[in-house]
């Protein structure tokens, strides 16, 4: 008599007996569940798993699609598969990287001893079409750390040997497509076909490679001209190829041989050139009367502005301090969502009219009376701090919708200068692995959040999905509005969050949904070798999120 296991299905709330060991994707099956963007993974036990994965006990299985960030994290790393094999096909000798993301898309790099050219990226493009139209099966491998670091290097996948080699794990999983080999952290599909929709573009001295859209699976998502974000990576880019260290095997190694507190110098001396370069910009700028500084959530603006404001009197230039929020509108005219909760991150959030009126006032000599907002009452009143511009003084002011211009219609143009301070993870797991870097900021942000606000990562989680989609909406898409950038992102810092992460995260109880991105956040800072936090300084932009920073917030 066979045996069977008993999975519970989230999605019809059905409970059916399976075969022991089938599959997720044979459980779909059975299930008769009918998804127009999936399945591309699932929840087993609040785990994300790959439809490969087998099922020997008792589970209750969740499962999801494109519209999901785990299926779409599946999706996108399958393309990355599929991609490298076919430079592999064409070109056996050839080197891919999966570098930036950028432009709604990925910005790859293809290694062929010579320039790229259109026509490569269109012989790429359809030999991953061939590969997807053969329907080919996607299989996934078990085997000792030790064999895979033997295959990789066989392969001349040396990111990939030196990710392996400093991992300490006993046995690794690897993936197949009719005979070529890779490691990808996270799931995949299980059959080329699966992958329904992608573009391939030739992209400055490279590739773009699209993906569909989460909100519109149906469509790629919309192109956006990056540029001078993608400089901002490319720059970033060739300072690590000085200190030849690209990767997260790169970071490990280096650490092992003793080299973090020289890193750790380089890499703050590097900020705190850029943050001088940027007040220098605005000092030779004789009209700049405000600066604007802008970036998503745990970007670390506050600890920007604060050396930016130091930088600036090295130039002698006065900064003067204004606070955004305090130019709320009444909680009762506050623009409400889709829920019909009050929508405090939407711009008309903000009393736009008398914050134009007062910066025009103080740019023309005029004194004016500041409002500050009750946070408890909700209401807008008069501080009683009334401020005149005299002099080398700039107003410096942070805000989500700083780099919208719709915030200063009525301020002259000349008299502002925007800076946006994002942290753009540019080191990566390995070649074809890239490190998001939202996850870097949400990193951030569940540390921050339990210090100073006394929310548990758990919370922090939960409410992650609502900031995005913020971020997507007010800041992302005014990004290049900004006339300078600053990345606040460095490459040793997942090493010095890793040690305040992971205890949060290990509190995070395995029987609600945010577990699964716990677990994956947990599974992946296991890759990295931890630097004490006491090798940080004072003025380090990351101490707005660990402590002990000598600015005062």
């Not at 299985?61 to 494109?66: A, G, I, T, Y």
Request: with cysteine; net charge neutral.
């Amino acid at each position: 008599m066979q045996q069977t296991v008993e999975i519970f299905c989230r999605n019809n709330g059905q409970t059916i007996q399976v075969p022991t060991g089938s599959t997720l994707e044979e459980t779909y099956r059975l299930l008769g569940l009918e998804m127009e963007y999936g399945p591309i993974t699932a929840k087993v036990n609040n785990k994300v798993e790959g439809m490969h994965f087998r099922a020997y006990k008792q589970k209750t299985v969740e499962f999801l699609d494109m519209r999901s960030s785990s299926g779409i994290r599946a999706y996108t790393r399958t393309l990355f598969f599929i991609l490298a094999k076919a430079s592999h096909d064409l070109w056996p000798a050839c080197k891919v990287s999966v570098d930036i993301p950028v432009s709604n898309g990925y910005y790859v790099n293809l290694r062929l001893g010579r320039p790229v050219t259109p026509d490569d990226v269109a012989d790429l493009r359809q030999r991953m079409q061939e590969i997807i139209a053969a329907a080919l099966p996607i299989h996934r491998h078990e085997t000792t750390t030790e064999r895979a670091i033997e295959m990789f290097r066989d392969m001349g996948s040396v990111t990939k040997v030196k990710l392996l080699q400093s991992t300490g794990r006993l046995y690794t999983t690897y993936y197949d497509i009719d005979g070529y080999n890779d490691y990808f952290y996270g799931a995949l599909l299980t059959n080329t076909s699966q992958i329904y929709l992608f573009g391939l573009e030739y992209y400055f001295d490279g590739l773009l490679l699209r993906i569909p859209s989460t909100d519109n699976p149906a469509k790629l998502g919309a192109f956006m001209r990056q540029d001078k974000m993608f400089e901002i990576f490319k720059e970033q880019h060739r300072w690590q190829d000085i200190l030849n260290l690209r990767t997260v095997g790169d970071l490990n190694e280096a650490i092992q041989k003793g080299f973090a507190p020289q890193l750790i110098q380089m890499s703050e001396a590097l900020q705190e050139k850029k943050i001088a370069a940027i007040a220098d910009e605005i000092a030779r700028s004789r009209s700049v009367k405000v600066v604007l500084i802008a970036g998503p959530s745990s970007s670390g603006k506050t600890t920007t502005c604060k050396r930016l404001s130091v930088q600036l009197a090295v130039n002698g230039i006065k900064p003067i301090g204004i606070s955004l929020d305090d130019y709320f509108v009444d909680r009762d005219k506050t623009p409400r969502d889709e829920k019909g909760d009050y929508d405090f991150e939407h711009l008309h959030a903000v009393n736009l009219e008398l914050f134009n009126q007062q910066l025009n006032a103080l740019f023309r000599g005029e004194e004016v009376e500041l409002p500050r907002y009750d946070f408890p009452t909700g209401t807008s009143q008069m501080s009683g701090r009334r401020l005149r511009l005299e002099g080398k003084e700039v107003l410096v002011i942070e805000g989500i919708h700083a780099l919208n211009p719709e915030l200063t219609a009525d301020v002259p143009q000349e008299q502002i200068f925007r800076v946006y301070a994002s942290a753009l993870t540019t080191i990566r797991l390995d070649a074809h692995n890239y490190i998001p870097t939202t996850d870097n900021r949400l990193l951030r942000r569940i540390i921050r959040d339990y210090k100073y606000r006394g929310v548990s990562a758990e919370e922090t989680i939960r409410r992650w999905p609502s900031v995005r989609k913020g971020e997507n909406r007010w800041i992302f898409p005014f990004q290049e509005n900004a006339d300078a950038m600053f990345n606040t992102a460095m490459l040793f810092e997942l090493a010095v969050i890793k040690s305040q992460a992971e205890p949060l995260l290990e509190q995070v109880p395995e029987n609600c949904d945010e577990y699964a991105e716990a677990y994956r956040l947990l599974k992946f800072l296991h890759y990295i070798k931890p630097i004490p936090e006491t090798q940080i300084p004072p003025t380090s932009l990351l101490r707005e999120f660990l402590g002990g920073s000598s600015f005062q917030y």
